[in-house]
């Protein structure tokens, strides 16, 4: 029987991964929780040469660990688990659980299924799926709407089509807003000017 | 009028050019090179080819390669070397055929040195190199991404003033908005990373920017717009569409004085850079003040557009970044440089693109640049120009 995987676990975020350690132990793995400086990461892998490292996905650090990636590439070295795996599906529903996980070659990526359950369970409800716009509707609907704002604008600017499309653009931009809210912007007021 | 370009863009859609997905998903990083990303999405740049760009702000580049690998984005704001790295597998991640639509920008990185350091005098590159060298000290760099741009130009530019950037000094990653933080605490001695950072720590009173990425090389090759080559091969008229959207965002900022600073204005807010105006603006304007007590403005600053020069794919680009990943160590031996950036660079896909927009596209991919050092990279022997450095880490040098 394999021996038990120890786990380092990064705790840099909002989302505290921290929360999985008891989890993960009452699993039966051995969790070793981080919540110190990443910079100082590399010197901490090396001195607690994990099996497997678990980070937030959308952690900042995570650019860190490609740094551990690359210099221990002479020695058994963590990778992301993706790599065994190359198949989306499974990289999808690695990156949902929104944890990744870099283990150390050589470990079958199976092994890290249950911890990926565990992830998932405690943080499905952070990665709620963004519900699907119908993006082209809407697109052209967005569209039809800027082209008669840019009518409107020409009109009243008696300008031509390019100018009236920088005038849109500019203004939308150092509103910080979009081309699309300005387009509204422009149309109401010309009904309101009537 | 207006009815013309409607049916013309119809027409566009309706034909066999029309894009195979409407809606991509574009992943970026909080940098002020970002821009032409930007503005093409929040501005209808796409409209005209029926694609609408859903924007993603990214909190790593690691999670820009996992999420164009696994394609959660379609395509991304991109370092030009890490592009590279996934493609040879030198990288966390599976090694994977990539590919490079176009280029975002030239210029504007830095690097910086400490507050510490500029009390002690040390304000130029001889008085850094005497101080590295001294008995006791090792100094600490920090740089985005160990196959980045950032990390090649920091170890470029200290490998040109003697100093070893793998023996000399220390090097560690920090992610660009923590660069401050970890300066600030004493952490760290100096760090290479894009705008707005290095102006922010200026601004700070943390510190002063000892040279810019564009004296190493000017009009070097910086951010691209990447994604997998079989999202290419899936979707060749949506790649091009947005090849062209961006394109035609690039020329839509550098058109005027006006669209750079509502440009700055956009960026800066906190849906996208999440930073000061005062530390956006000033440099995507060329205007550039070091914390020393110099102000000028820079003829190389941050380009987006330079009518086309800056986006165009060279070849000789992608293969600069595999010498230096070889003089560096790496990559152990020596790729096949040209197959390989043939393979990543979408010269043609590009070419077809920037036609379509009356933008001029050079007749070789092939371009010749002199960098601080002296040295000419004119990508005829890469091979050669890797292991013709004094400093170096080649393994069998």
Redesign the interface.
């Known amino acids: 029987m394999a021996a038990m995987l120890r786990i380092l676990l990064i705790n840099d975020t909002s989302k505290k991964v921290g929360r999985l350690r008891t989890a993960l132990s009452e699993a039966g793995f051995e969790v070793i929780d981080e919540s110190g400086l990443t910079i100082d990461l590399p010197t901490r892998v090396e001195s607690v040469r994990p099996d497997v490292v678990l980070i937030d996905t959308e952690s900042p650090s995570r650019d860190v660990m490609e740094q551990v990636v690359l210099v221990t590439r002479d020695q058994p070295r963590p990778i992301v688990m993706f790599t065994d795996e190359h198949d989306p599906g499974v990289m999808r529903q690695a990156i949902k659980s929104g944890v990744s996980a870099y283990i150390v070659e050589g470990i079958h990526a199976q092994r890290l299924q249950p911890i990926m359950d565990v992830a998932m369970a405690r943080f499905e409800s952070d990665q709620m799926l963004r519900s699907q716009l119908h993006a082209r509707d809407q697109q052209l609907a967005e569209r039809k709407r800027i082209e008669l704002a840019k009518g409107m604008l020409m009109k009243m600017k008696d300008c031509n089509e390019e100018d009236a499309y920088t005038l849109m653009r500019r203004q939308a931009m150092s509103k910080q807003q979009k081309l699309i809210q300005v387009a509204e912007q422009i149309i109401a007021m010309n009904e309101l000017l009537g | 009028?207006?009815d013309g370009?409607?049916m013309h863009?119809l027409a566009w859609v309706g034909g066999s050019d029309a894009p195979e997905k409407?809606?991509l998903n574009i992943g970026y990083m909080p940098l002020t090179d970002c821009a032409s990303m930007v503005?093409a999405a929040?501005?209808?740049f796409g409209?005209p080819y029926?694609l609408?760009l859903?924007l993603r702000r990214q909190?790593?580049?690691?999670?820009i390669n996992?999420?164009l690998?696994?394609?959660?984005l379609d395509a991304a704001h991109s370092l030009y070397g890490m592009i590279y790295a996934i493609q040879l597998g030198?990288?966390?991640?599976?090694a994977?055929d990539m590919a490079i639509l176009m280029g975002l920008n030239q210029n504007g990185q830095s690097i910086n040195l400490s507050q510490p350091l500029k009390e002690a005098g040390v304000t130029s590159a001889s008085a850094l190199q005497q101080h590295a060298h001294q008995k006791g000290t090792k100094l600490t760099f920090?740089q985005?991404?160990?196959?980045g741009t950032h990390a090649m130009w920091l170890y470029y530019w200290l490998a040109s003033q003697g100093i070893h950037p793998l023996q000399d000094v220390n090097s560690?990653?920090?992610?660009p908005?923590?660069m401050l933080a970890?300066l600030e605490a004493g952490?760290?001695d100096g760090f290479c990373v894009g705008e707005p950072w290095s102006a922010h720590a200026v601004e700070h009173g943390q510190g002063f920017t000892l040279t810019t990425s564009q004296a190493i090389w000017p009009d070097h090759p910086e951010k691209v717009l990447a994604c997998t080559r079989e999202f290419v091969e899936q979707n060749p008229n949506a790649a091009r569409a947005l090849v062209m959207s961006v394109l035609d965002a690039s020329r839509?900022i550098e058109?005027s004085l006006?669209?750079r600073?509502?440009?700055a204005?956009?960026l800066?807010?906190s849906?996208f850079l999440d930073a000061p105006l005062s530390s956006v603006e000033p440099r995507l304007l060329g205007e550039y003040c070091d914390g020393l007590g110099n102000r000028w403005h820079d003829a190389h600053s941050l380009r987006f557009h330079n009518n086309g020069a800056t986006n165009f794919p060279y070849l000789s680009d992608g293969m600069w970044f595999l010498t230096q990943f070889r003089r560096w160590g790496?990559l152990r031996e020596d790729p096949d440089y040209l197959a390989v950036t043939s393979q990543v660079q979408q010269t043609e896909l590009y070419s077809a693109a920037a036609t379509a927009l009356n933008i001029p596209v050079p007749d070789t991919a092939i371009r010749s640049s002199r960098l601080l050092d002296g040295s000419v990279w004119n990508g005829a022997d890469p091979a050669g120009y890797a292991r013709s450095f004094t400093l170096h880490a080649l393994n069998d040098h």
């Open positions: 009028m207006s370009l409607h863009s409407n809606a503005v929040t501005q209808g409209q029926g609408t859903n909190t790593s580049w690691a999670g996992d999420k690998l696994s394609g959660e030198i990288s966390g991640a599976a994977t920090a985005t991404f160990p196959t560690v990653i920090v992610p908005p923590q970890h952490r760290i839509f058109k006006e669209n600073r509502s440009t204005q956009l800066s807010c849906e790496l």
